[in-house]
C-alpha cells in the first residue's frame, strides 16, 4: 500500500500562490472566512481523508457492491462517509446560510473534494451525489420542499441522486419517457425507470431524494418538454417515512469504482409513487444543466485525483525498486556495480515528469474553473460577473475531459512504471488504471464534451469567451517574458495562440458556408489541441509564480519546490505542448474521411 496520494505544498502554492484565493474571500459573499479558517477546514479534510478514506480504498474495491433482496449492499465505510461528511461540512460548505451552508468558495470545495477523491475516489461519491441533488433543491424547489428535504441532505442523513439517464436514451435526453400525470392534491404519479443512478440506494441513509426529470402528460417533444421532479424513496407523512413506490431493481457491475454502487431504479410500478414538480413545468433541463457546470469540474476533479493518487504510488516505487545499472561513459554496464534505482533510468523519470505535469496542470485547471464560477456569482460589477461566466462556460468542457482523458494516460504511465507488477491485484496501480476509465464517460462522453466546445463555446457571443481566455493567457505571458529563463516559453506559446487562430479561421469556414458536420467531425481533436495550449499556459503561470518565490527567497516553500515546477513546466513544453503541432495539421487536413459520404457507404 502506497504511503501518499497527494500533495498538500502543491495544492496550497496553487490556492494561494497562482490561483490568488484571497481575491476571492475578499468578496462580500465569502468575507466570513479567511486563510486561517481556510486552513483548519483543509486540515480537518486531510484529517479525516488519512484516518477513513485512504486506508480502505482497497477493500471497497475487493468488497464491491452488490445486489441482493431488491437491496443494494455497500461497504460499511460508506456510512462514516455520509455522517461524518455531514458533520465536516463536506455537503454544505458551499451552499449559503440560509440553506444551512457554510459559504465556503467553491475553490476551498474543490480543494477539499480533491483530497478526499486522493484519498479514496469512491466514498466521496455518495456524498458528491447528494450535494449536487441539494443544490437543485435549493436554488429551484419552493420553500415546502426545501424544508422537508434540504437539511437532511445536507447533513448527510438523507441521500441525494440525480435521475436522467434511461435505458432507451442514453445521452439523448430529449428521447426520456418517463411520465408525470397531474393529481388533483398536487402532486404528479411518476411512471418510468432510470439507470446509472450513481449512490442510488443501500442501507446507510435513512431516505433518497432522487431528482428526476420525467415528461409531464401532454408536454411538448423533445427537451422542451421535459419537467424536473423531486421523487423521494420514501415519502415523508405524518412525522414518519412512507414507501414511495420506488424499487431498486439492480446494481451495474463494473469495471472499477466497483465500491461505488450505479444502481437501476424502477418508479411507480404499483402506479404509487408520488413526484414534487420543481420549478417550472418543462424547465426541467435547463435546471438540471446551471447545475452542470459544478458537477463537471468535480468529475475533472476526480480524474486529476486518481492521477495524483497513481503519480504518487509510482514514485514511491521507483525510488524503492533496484533493476538494472546506468551506462557509463563508454556506453557499456559494469554488472559488477550496485543496481540502480529505477527512478534514476531516463524513460522512468520520463513517465513520472508525465504524471506529474499532467495531474498537477490538471489540478491548476480545476482551481482556476472553481474561481471563476465563484467570481461569476459573486463579483459587484455586472462586466466582471460576465467575463468570469464566459470563462467558466468555455473551460468547463476541458475541465471535464482533460483530467479524464489524460489523467488515464498518466495513471497507464504509472502502471508501466511497475512493470509486470503494475499489472497484479498486489499493487495499486491496476485498480486506479480501472477506477479511472469511468470518468470520460461521466456527465457526458468526451465526444459529448468536444461537441461542445468547439460547437457551442467557441462560437458564443461570436468568440467572446475564447477571446477573454486568449487574454487571459496573453497576460502571463507578458509577465513570462521578462524573465530569462521563462521568455523562451512564453514565446513559444504566444506562437501557439497564432496557431489556434488559424485552426479556427480554418473550421469556420466550414460552419459560415452550412457544412456542420465537417465543422464538429474532428471536435475531439480540437478539445485535445485547445486542452494542451490551455494547460500550457497554466503550466507557465506557475512557473512564473514559482520564479518570484526564488527570487524574493519565500521561505514559504523550499527551494528544491520552487525548481521543480519551472522544470516540469520545461517538460510538459517540450513533451505536451509540441504535439499541437501534428494536432493542427490534422485538424486543417481537408479530406473528411469520418463522415458518411453521397453514395451512403460507409468504410468501418
Not at 461524518?84 to 455537503?91: P, T
Request: aromatic share 10%; hydrophobic share 40%.
Amino acid at each position: 500500500m502506497a504511503k501518499q496520494y497527494m500533495d498538500m505544498d502543491t495544492l496550497k502554492f496553487l490556492l494561494y500562490n497562482v490561483h490568488d484565493l484571497q481575491s476571492v474571500l475578499d468578496q462580500k459573499h465569502f468575507s466570513d472566512h479567511d486563510k486561517d479558517s481556510v486552513e483548519i477546514f483543509l486540515d480537518s479534510i486531510k484529517d479525516f481523508s488519512d484516518k477513513e478514506l485512504f486506508p480502505y480504498i482497497k477493500e471497497v474495491d475487493d468488497q464491491a457492491c452488490y445486489y441482493k433482496d431488491g437491496k443494494i449492499i455497500v461497504h460499511p465505510q460508506v456510512e462514516t462517509m455520509m455522517k461524518k461528511g455531514g458533520e465536516l461540512g463536506v455537503i454544505a460548505g458551499i451552499f449559503d446560510y440560509e440553506d444551512g451552508g457554510m459559504q465556503l468558495p467553491g475553490m476551498v470545495a474543490s480543494a477539499s473534494g480533491f483530497i478526499m477523491d486522493a484519498a479514496n475516489n469512491q466514498l466521496p461519491g455518495y456524498t458528491g451525489l447528494t450535494l449536487g441533488a441539494a443544490e437543485l433543491v435549493a436554488h429551484f424547489a419552493n420553500d415546502e420542499l426545501k424544508a422537508t428535504y434540504l437539511q437532511k441532505m445536507l447533513d448527510g442523513i438523507w441521500g441525494g441522486t440525480m435521475c436522467l439517464t434511461e435505458p432507451q436514451a442514453g445521452s439523448s435526453l430529449s428521447d426520456i419517457t418517463t411520465s408525470a400525470t397531474p393529481t388533483e392534491d398536487g402532486h404528479y404519479k411518476i411512471s418510468g425507470q432510470k439507470i446509472f443512478i450513481s449512490a442510488g440506494d443501500h442501507e446507510y441513509c435513512d431516505n433518497f431524494v432522487h431528482l428526476l426529470l420525467a415528461r409531464i402528460d401532454g408536454a411538448p417533444a423533445g427537451t422542451k418538454g421535459i419537467s424536473l421532479f423531486i421523487v423521494p424513496k420514501h415519502r415523508p407523512e405524518n412525522g414518519g417515512l412512507t414507501p414511495n413506490d420506488v424499487t431498486t431493481a439492480g446494481d451495474f457491475q463494473k469495471l472499477g469504482q466497483r465500491g461505488y454502487c450505479t444502481t437501476h431504479l424502477m418508479f411507480g410500478e404499483k402506479e404509487d409513487c408520488q413526484g414534487y414538480l420543481v420549478g417550472e413545468a418543462n424547465k426541467g433541463l435547463k435546471y438540471m444543466f446551471l447545475m452542470m457546470n459544478g458537477a463537471r469540474i468535480g468529475v475533472g476533479r476526480g480524474g486529476t485525483a486518481i492521477a495524483s493518487a497513481a503519480y504518487h504510488a509510482s514514485l514511491e516505487y521507483a525510488k524503492e525498486r533496484p533493476q538494472g545499472r546506468r551506462l557509463n561513459n563508454e556506453g557499456k554496464k559494469n554488472v559488477n556495480d550496485q543496481q540502480s534505482l529505477i527512478i534514476e533510468h531516463a524513460d522512468v523519470r520520463r513517465m513520472l515528469l508525465l504524471q506529474k505535469v499532467v495531474y498537477e496542470g490538471a489540478l491548476s485547471l480545476v482551481l482556476y474553473a472553481s474561481r471563476c464560477s465563484d467570481l461569476s456569482r459573486s463579483l459587484q460589477d455586472e462586466k466582471e460577473r460576465e467575463k468570469y461566466q464566459l470563462l467558466l462556460e468555455i473551460l468547463t468542457p476541458m475541465v471535464k475531459t482533460y483530467p479524464s482523458e489524460m489523467g488515464a494516460v498518466a495513471v497507464s504511465n504509472g502502471v508501466q512504471v511497475l512493470g509486470g507488477y503494475g499489472f497484479t491485484m498486489e499493487y495499486i496501480l491496476q485498480q486506479y488504471h480501472r477506477d479511472i476509465r469511468i470518468f470520460s464517460l461521466y456527465e457526458g462522453t468526451t465526444g459529448i464534451q468536444s461537441l461542445d466546445l468547439l460547437g457551442r463555446k467557441v462560437t458564443m457571443q461570436r468568440g467572446k469567451a475564447v477571446e477573454l481566455l486568449a487574454m487571459e493567457i496573453m497576460q502571463t505571458i507578458q509577465k513570462a517574458v521578462s524573465n530569462d529563463e521563462l521568455r523562451p516559453y512564453a514565446t513559444q506559446l504566444g506562437e501557439k495562440l497564432q496557431l489556434v487562430q488559424k485552426v479556427l479561421g480554418h473550421l469556420t469556414e466550414y460552419a459560415k458556408a452550412g457544412e456542420y458536420e465537417v465543422f464538429t467531425a474532428d471536435a475531439n481533436l480540437f478539445m485535445e489541441f485547445f486542452s494542451n495550449i490551455t494547460i500550457a499556459w497554466l503550466w507557465l503561470d506557475m512557473a512564473h509564480h514559482a520564479k518570484l518565490g526564488l527570487i524574493k527567497g519565500d521561505k514559504t516553500y523550499t527551494e528544491e519546490f520552487y525548481e521543480s515546477k519551472v522544470h516540469a513546466m520545461k517538460f510538459f513544453f517540450k513533451y505536451e505542448l509540441s504535439k499541437t503541432t501534428y494536432l493542427a495539421e490534422v485538424l486543417m487536413n481537408k479530406e473528411t474521411l469520418t463522415i458518411q459520404d453521397s453514395t451512403q457507404k460507409v468504410f468501418v
